[in-house]
């Protein structure tokens, strides 16, 4: 008979980050445009740098896109 093992994780792992938004609303954080989700400047405020896709609402001139 086999027995069970249990993991054991810690604290930290148990906990889901909140980054950098809990809730994303449609039209508030991002909108839907041809399939595609678009995030919006208050997104990318929240979001705190830029993320270098070259996002069109990119309030820090795309600064890491190369």
Not at 32 to 61: I, L, S
Request: proline share 6%; hydrophobic share 25%.
């Amino acid at each position: 008979m086999k027995q069970n093992q249990s993991k054991v994780v810690s604290s930290e792992a148990k906990e889901k980050p909140v980054w950098p938004i809990p809730v994303l609303r449609e039209n508030e954080h991002y909108y839907m445009e041809n399939g595609f989700m678009v995030f919006t400047e208050k997104y990318h405020q929240a979001r705190g740098q830029c993320c270098g896709n070259a996002c069109r609402h990119c309030p820090f001139d795309h600064e890491n896109v190369k």
